[in-house]
């Protein structure tokens, strides 16, 4: 389970659910639920695993599920395509974000914030949180070269809360989920993206950083009934 800029373009199966087992050993807070707080402090209960983090109408003919990791050189490329595609398709395409937080403490932490975020402002402030991450980090494990509260503050939201409600673990099993759901799609690099044709139910997955024309190829397929055939990613 690599990134494309590792330089591992891909990896086996079993490797990849390998990976996501030493991330669980390395962070066992992943594994059960969130920590209960004291008294005086806030975020006691463990938010929802499967909560989604839409861009875009609910409704929409295409969904497309991005499994990305904001310390990831290749995700930070590719963040701004699928956003792109949603804000120019009339409401016929969502976007969909989950977390592969797999370059150590600093992806972790990154994608906790982001979903602290959303406490304060929805799925709006979830996206606007994760598109200053990447905007901030040094990729591969840096991390932000702004501490991630004063991101927060930059966005008008509540640092102190955001930091108390990620030490709660409140949003630990949501990361898990978005982990073990990457495992069941067979995801093996970051970025990947799952594209959905919600009428028919019809899927097809593209593997590595994809440009927007290559994503809509594949769309017009699933509407078709056509086999997908996968170019070369950027």
Do not use: W
Request: with cysteine; proline share 6%.
């Amino acid at each position: 389970f690599g990134s494309k800029d590792s330089g591992v373009r891909s990896r086996s199966y079993e490797q990849m659910k390998d990976a996501v087992e030493q991330l669980q050993l390395l962070y066992p807070s992943l594994i059960g639920s969130a920590v209960s707080a004291g008294p005086g402090q806030e975020h006691t209960t463990p938010a929802p695993a499967r909560i989604e983090r839409r861009y875009g109408e609910a409704n929409s003919q295409f969904t497309l599920v991005e499994f990305s990791d904001t310390e990831c050189p290749y995700c930070q490329q590719f963040y701004p395509a699928p956003k792109a595609l949603v804000d120019g398709s009339r409401g016929n395409v969502s976007l969909i974000y989950k977390h592969v937080p797999l370059h150590g403490e600093n992806s972790r932490l990154q994608a906790l914030t982001a979903e602290c975020a959303a406490d304060q402002g929805g799925n709006q402030s979830f996206f606007r949180m994760i598109s200053s991450i990447f905007s901030s980090t040094g990729l591969n494990g840096r991390g932000t070269q702004k501490p991630l509260s004063s991101i927060a503050e930059d966005l008008g939201l509540d640092a102190r809360k955001i930091t108390a409600c990620v030490d709660s673990g409140r949003y630990d099993d949501k990361i898990r989920a978005d982990l073990q759901e990457a495992v069941q799609a067979g995801v093996k690099v970051t970025p990947t993206t799952l594209i959905i044709h919600n009428p028919t139910g019809r899927k097809q997955v593209l593997s590595g950083a994809y440009p927007p024309d290559e994503i809509v190829k594949a769309m017009s397929a699933l509407v078709n009934g056509a086999p997908v055939q996968q170019g070369v990613p950027q």
